[in-house]
């Protein structure tokens, strides 16, 4: 039963509640995992903008951070090599 006939919270409900395991994992790691996301998308939104330092460094921050978002390093890595040196991949452009 989670209530009371007086619409309080029992005893056991607010123990399942406040449990210290479940606020570590679901304030602490989810909404860090949500900060690391808006830095991602900051650092692309910088990239779009033509800040690429910034963007870059945003980038290597969050990586150092949670190495889960390695998987986007290759698109970075591409784009900030095509955008800053100039290289260009595949045929000429305007045909």
């Known amino acids: 039963r989670l209530g009371t006939a007086h619409g309080a919270a029992s005893p056991s409900a607010l123990l399942a509640v406040v449990t210290p ?44 951070m949670k190495h889960i978002f390695l998987y986007v390093a290759p698109v970075f890595f591409v784009y900030l090599l095509r955008g800053h040196c100039g290289c260009s991949f595949g045929g000429p452009r305007g045909v």
């Open 21 to 64: 395991g479940l606020l570590l994992v679901d304030h602490v790691h989810f909404q860090y995992n949500g900060m690391l996301l808006g830095l991602l998308m900051l650092s692309i939104a910088d990239l779009e903008a033509g800040r690429t330092y910034r963007g870059a460094v945003l980038f290597s921050l969050l990586l150092n």
